[in-house]
């Protein structure tokens, strides 16, 4: 009886071992098909420095005398300056196909943080936000349509995701930290700042931090 109940125990201690192993197995697999990720909305670590445009403007700094630092929760009065610079072309008319392609831009990125209008125009183009940041965006979008039709629309939001990301640096580390938890490419500022991954950083801890009247 002894000798028949070593080996039944014995064969039981490896059943209990390869279902260890094959569980051990399984989490590795689940862990790794995640990228590393337990779950959703997992958070990186992104540094201000990281997001934060800097320098002239390539195509259009010295034209219209705005510098990314200029733009600063250190300097408020400065910073006001450059949106009102960076406004100067939101009145101009577009028609045909600069208008068209001013609806796609404009209707592609927010003033969520300040206005919380969904866009900053509506689907005709009119103005669906008063804030100064929208009016500053807005009117970077025209004046490079008028002047530097040849850049893409792609390029454009990118422009004004970067003065964006300036506005409210705080929020946009934040939903960089979130989106690269979620492998997505944070230095890309269509994706960081325009209406692609809107709201992906709800449900962490927001920073109010706003550079520029609202």
């Keep these: 009886m002894t000798k ?3 080996i039944k125990f014995n064969e039981r201690s490896l ?8 569980a051990v197995l399984l989490l590795f697999n689940i862990l790794g098909s995640n990228g590393g990720k337990a779950g959703s909305n997992s958070v990186g670590i992104v540094s201000a420095s990281e997001i934060i445009p800097n320098g002239v403007p390539v195509v259009y700094g010295v ?6 630092d200029d733009v600063s929760p250190n300097n408020q009065r400065l910073a006001d300056a450059t949106i009102n610079k960076l406004s100067a072309y939101e009145d101009e008319v577009l028609t045909g196909e600069l208008l068209t392609r001013y609806i796609k831009i404009g209707g592609s990125i927010s003033c969520e943080y300040c206005c919380g209008a969904q866009s900053i125009i509506f689907d005709n183009g009119e103005r669906a936000c008063g804030c100064a940041h929208s009016y500053a965006m807005r009117g970077l979008a025209k004046y490079l349509l008028l002047n530097h039709a040849d850049m893409t629309d792609y390029e454009i939001l990118g422009e004004l995701g970067k003065w964006k990301v300036l506005f409210f640096p705080g929020i946009h580390e934040q939903k960089a930290s979130v989106m690269i938890g979620e492998g997505i490419d944070y230095t890309d500022f269509v994706n960081l700042a ?10 962490v801890s927001s920073d109010s931090t706003m550079v520029g009247g609202c």
């Design 4 to 6: 028949e109940f070593t």
């Design 63 to 68: 034209e219209l005398g705005v510098s990314y």
């Design 194 to 203: 325009s209406n692609k991954y809107h709201g992906i950083e709800n449900g």
């Design 15 to 22: 059943q209990y071992l390869i279902i260890a192993v094959l």
